[in-house]
Nanobody, 127 residues
């Protein structure tokens, strides 16, 4: 059974940085396309960034482009989200998600396309 565990959330001031981690276990991480989603109170879950199983293809939402960087280390079964220049509107619970992907270049943007989810980690950006 695949398990995803996020860590690294917290409280930070506007303009600050955080790095989220998503550790995977119970499966073959290198075959999973992965993504980071977030959900703010009263809002729908939205895609932040997603990457292919190889890590060669990555997508960013317009709202985070240039500020966030997704990376993955398939040897460590871990995905990261480096968040910089944080804004109050980045405040949300951040979730990592994964799915089997038999084509190493595919990136998935919809939450419904993912099979595995972490429990979420809270990120709060104070103004």
């Amino acid at each position: 059974q695949v398990q995803l565990v996020e860590s690294g959330g917290g409280l930070v001031h506007t303009g600050g940085s955080l790095r989220l981690s998503c550790a995977a276990s119970g499966g073959t991480f290198s075959t999973y396309a992965m993504g980071w989603f977030r959900q703010a109170p009263g809002k729908e879950r939205e895609l932040v960034s997603a990457t292919s199983s190889s890590g060669r293809t990555t997508f960013y939402a317009d709202s985070v482009q240039g500020r966030f960087t997704l990376s993955r280390d398939n040897d460590k079964n871990t995905m990261y989200l480096q968040m910089s220049t944080l804004k109050p509107e980045d405040t949300a619970v951040y979730y990592c998600a994964g799915r089997d992907s038999w084509y190493s270049g595919s990136v998935y943007r919809r939450a419904s396309e993912y099979s595995y989810w972490g429990q979420g980690t809270q990120v709060t950006v104070s103004s």
